[in-house]
DNA sequence: AAAAGGCTCAACCGCAGGAGC
DNA sequence: CGCTCCTGCGGTTGAGCCTTT
């Protein structure tokens, strides 16, 4: 992703940034919705006084801003239930995420392309429909817990296996952190609290943090 | 140990639809 | 009625990480 500035690429106003969120922006948004609440994304980004445009300002906070989001993986129950629902309804992540409870539609998108299209393709005779998915009890919906992506997702992206089992339906939704160099450190310390400030900066070199950090701090600000 | 290729996912883009004027 | 602005959605991109050779 692009670590620059990014203070003139595409944009005709050099004032917009681009990219990822700095630990600064993130802090700045949350405390703006949490005074002021959600909505108007334009004219929130000016008030706030982020250099971001509205949009971008709506999809960092619904995709992880937001307190309710759930981050970790995909669990197999949510996994049957998104294979049913886009044999339902086809590319229509919005609505299919609504039934997900804290999942947004992007990761639900990003895991059907990465995980699900891609067995399917692999296993199916050559035209075969996705919005035909088939339904759980198939044969291709069972045997895809066996893929070697799906238990890569299922046990973290780390080498070990300690990650799945704190990630996976973490009570408390999880300690997470937007980048994957954190989401590394958290594999270190499994017992990451979820709730307080942590002993250690859970920033890093790159200035990316630990989103239960931040909502502390933002409980902190007692705003 | 290093290089190459594959995979993941955060963030951007373009478009469509709705609301307000 | 038409225009502009805003929001939401789905598709796409590309940097960074992981795995394989």
């Known amino acids: 992703m692009d670590k620059k500035p990014c203070s003139n690429n595409n944009s005709l106003d050099p004032e917009v940034r681009k990219g990822p969120w700095t630990m600064e922006e993130d802090l700045i948004l949350i405390n703006y919705i949490a005074n002021h609440g959600e909505g108007v994304w334009n004219s929130l980004a000016k008030a706030a006084g982020l250099k971001r445009t509205g949009k971008s300002c709506r999809l960092r906070w619904l995709n992880y ?44 998108k990003n895991f059907w392309r990465t995980r699900i299209q891609k067995h399917i ?19 291709h919906h069972v045997s895809i817990h066996d893929h070697p992506h799906y238990q890569r997702a ?10 799945s089992s704190c990630m996976v339906d973490h009570p408390m939704q999880d300690a997470y952190s937007p980048h994957p160099s954190f989401q590394q450190s958290l594999v270190m310390d499994p017992g990451f609290p979820s709730v307080g400030i942590p002993s250690v900066e859970p920033t890093n070199e790159s200035g990316y943090w630990n989103m239960e950090y931040l909502w502390s701090m933002q409980l902190l600000n007692g705003d």
């Open 65 to 108: 801003l937001r307190p309710d989001v759930r981050r970790g993986n995909i669990t197999p129950e949510e996994h049957l239930l998104i294979m049913e629902l886009h044999a339902k309804w086809g590319n229509r992540w919005s609505k299919i995420a609504k039934h997900l409870p804290g999942r947004t539609d992007n990761e639900i």
């Open 121 to 139: 393709k692999q296993s199916d005779p050559p035209g075969f429909p996705l919005q035909h998915a088939p339904p759980s009890h198939d044969p």
């Open 154 to 163: 299922t046990t973290g992206t780390s080498s070990s296996g300690h990650f």
